[in-house]
């Protein structure tokens, strides 16, 4: 199952953008096959989720008020897990709750959505709530997991990594200086979000203006934030026009059974704005009990990525405290080739590994596709 993030994006991008069995040119607008698709070495599930993406939807347009729409992953995990309980019984063969694995792999946000969906799973399994869904792993690409660890990544990359990887700093030395002294408010203001167990906190909606200011000295230099490589054009920085197309075609509409007179759309601000509080949330709790399970976790990166760098998430993943930590951090980042060329490099330890993608984005299988499969 892929989940695409925002929070407020729809899956149902992926499916035509990145990793589906056929792609959308946005330059002729046509389909074309994805020879790299995912569907070669699996079944597929994509999901409009939290409730008002894409083409999901509630009793009331009121998102502020509705309780069909959704604020924090406490609530998507639990929708999620009922949807999957009724996708099983739904869709008997190949069945998630029988002799098929289980993967759940997401992206960007989805470093909030995964792991609080396989956490709510793994505790459903053990309390009996339903057939046992087989999970065997998670995916995160380029995850926004833990905000805490992955700020202080964000100075050292716009200037440092930018300068190895592209030959110059991605942003001036007075920005950078800039960027470290906004850094401790910021913190401080994360840490306080995350001092309570829950998301009802108000700290997390009084999170500094540093957090934002930070961002805002890479937004300036005009580059896409999402890969450094590119300039940002356009309010997604990507040319996603012809995906929009498709999802509004009428026949396309009837052929999915489409809910009433919904227009589709990337991604809705009204639910990103409904995560408010969910959005400093740090997610690295969940990972100790899915790795005692046995549950195999992967978190890759492309280190082209501004925003969910591959810095930060290397960074939070040798903070994770499970019993694996030391020999994971003692382990060896090595090196592997895909075609003949050098693909990337991994470091892991029991079931969990860390994959660092060279010259991919925030959308590795967007930009690099075999790699990704």
């Known amino acids: 199952m892929w989940m695409t993030g925002g929070p407020g994006c729809s899956s149902n991008l992926a499916l035509l953008s990145e990793l589906g069995p056929c792609l959308m040119s946005e330059a002729s607008g046509e389909l074309y096959r994805n020879a790299y698709g995912w569907n070669d070495e699996a079944f597929l599930?994509?999901?409009?989720?939290?409730?008002?993406?894409?083409?999901?939807?509630?009793?009331?347009?009121?998102?502020?008020?509705?309780?069909?729409y959704v604020h924090n992953e406490s609530e998507v995990a639990e929708d999620m897990y009922n949807f999957l309980q009724s996708f099983a019984r739904k869709f008997p063969s190949p069945s998630i709750t029988g002799a098929n694995d289980f993967y759940v792999i997401g992206e960007s946000?989805?470093?909030?959505?995964v792991p609080a969906v396989a956490h709510r799973v793994l505790i459903g399994n053990q309390r009996g709530d339903g057939p046992v869904i087989n999970l065997k792993g998670i995916g995160i690409g380029n995850g926004w997991t833990d905000p805490y660890t992955q700020y202080p990544s964000y100075a050292e990359f716009a200037y440092?990594?930018?300068k190895e990887k592209l030959g110059a700093p991605c942003v001036a030395e007075a920005a950078y200086e800039k960027m470290l002294s906004l850094l401790p408010s910021c913190l401080e203001g994360i840490k306080q979000c995350n001092a309570w167990p829950t998301d009802q906190n108000e700290a997390c909606v009084r999170?500094?203006?540093?957090?934002?200011?930070?961002?805002?000295?890479?937004a300036a230099t005009g580059r896409n934030w999402y890969d450094i490589r590119r300039d940002c054009k356009g309010p997604l920085c990507y040319s996603f026009e012809q995906v929009i197309r498709f999802y509004r075609d009428a026949d396309?509409?009837?052929?999915?059974g489409v809910h009433g007179d919904l227009k589709w759309a990337v991604c809705s601000?009204?639910?990103?704005?409904?995560?408010?509080?969910d959005f400093y949330r740090n997610f690295n709790y969940t990972f100790p009990p899915l790795l005692a399970a046995g549950i195999r976790v992967l978190i890759y990166a492309g280190d082209t990525d501004y925003i969910c760098n591959w810095i930060g998430n290397k960074a939070w993943t040798r903070a994770l405290n499970w019993p694996g930590k030391a020999a994971f951090n003692a382990a060896q980042d090595l090196q592997f080739?895909?075609?003949g060329r050098w693909a990337g490099e991994e470091r892991a330890y029991g079931n969990l590994s860390f994959v660092r993608i060279y010259d991919a984005g925030h959308m590795v299988p967007m930009d690099q596709p075999a790699v990704s499969l």
């Open 45 to 68: 599930l994509f999901v409009d989720q939290p409730t008002g993406v894409g083409f999901s939807y509630g009793d009331d347009v009121n998102y502020a008020d509705d309780v069909n």
């Open 109 to 113: 946000y989805g470093g909030h959505y």
């Open 160 to 162: 440092h990594w930018c």
């Open 207 to 218: 999170i500094p203006p540093s957090c934002g200011e930070i961002n805002d000295l890479f």
């Open 252 to 256: 396309v509409r009837a052929s999915l």
């Open 269 to 277: 601000d009204e639910v990103a704005w409904l995560f408010e509080r």
């Open 337 to 339: 080739a895909l075609n």
